[in-house]
């Protein structure tokens, strides 16, 4: 079974800080995103990365970067968090193109 | 660029009824479509998955979704529902023909099962 897991469930943060999100996956997947998810908006691309050291913006990159210095890890930075960066955060990680997406138990995060 | 949006934010069912979950995609090129299903507090797993070849895909716990090009949706049904499948529903649509480029998420169903 593929399993992708997320360093923390839940985070406190200050307004301000940098705060690293990590995701690990098990199954030597190529490509690897991070997504937000709101109530009432849905799960939107942060960004994704089709291999080590490569990286995509995806839909809502500002305020964000990723680090992908190997196959297994990618990392989501918020170089300086602001409230409303307030959301869950899912990892997700896939095979390749016709793969399904597998994703991890989510990071809440609470910016203060 | 692609958009998924799904009619409804709220279906109530009594237990044993049928549901239907209803999602319209828009595209410029062709997609594959996805619908996953969270539980409280746990992330996100595939139910099922169109790629290609017949329009009626068979998923998990029960669960099918047909294809139909035309009136470009992707509805999800179900015969009869259990209270286990109270959960949060999403439709999802990404490139097909390469690209490794993430998914297009709708905003969600949350299938409330009514004893």
């Known amino acids: 079974d593929v399993k992708v897991t997320q360093s923390s469930r839940y985070l406190v943060k200050r307004t301000g800080e940098k705060v690293f999100l990590e995701c690990v996956q098990d199954m030597d997947h190529e490509n690897m995103f991070w997504y937000r998810q709101d109530p009432g908006l849905g799960l939107r691309l942060i960004y994704f990365s089709y291999d080590v050291k490569m990286k995509e913006k995806g839909d809502i990159p500002e305020g964000y970067s990723v680090s992908r210095e190997k196959k297994e890890r990618f990392s989501l930075i918020l170089e300086s968090a602001s409230t409303n960066q307030t959301s869950m955060y899912l990892c997700?990680?896939?095979?390749?193109?016709?793969?399904?997406?597998?994703f991890g138990p989510g990071t809440r995060l609470t910016v203060l | 660029a692609q958009s998924v949006t799904q009619l409804d934010s709220q279906v109530p069912v009594f237990e044993e009824a049928p549901v239907e979950l209803r999602c319209n995609y828009s595209s410029s090129v062709s997609v594959y479509l996805f619908w996953y299903v969270q539980y409280p507090n746990q992330g996100l797993q595939l139910l099922l998955k169109?790629?290609?070849?017949?329009?009626l895909v068979k998923g998990i716990n029960g669960f099918e979704a047909e294809f139909n090009k035309s009136q470009t949706s992707f509805h999800l049904r179900k015969p009869s529902v259990h209270i286990s499948d109270t959960a949060e529903y999403f439709c999802a649509v990404s490139r097909s023909g390469g690209g490794a480029d993430g998914l297009t998420f709708g905003k969600g169903t949350h299938l409330i099962i009514q004893p």
């Open positions: 997700a990680s896939r095979e390749g193109v016709l793969y399904e997406q597998f």
């Open positions: 169109y790629l290609s070849g017949s329009t």
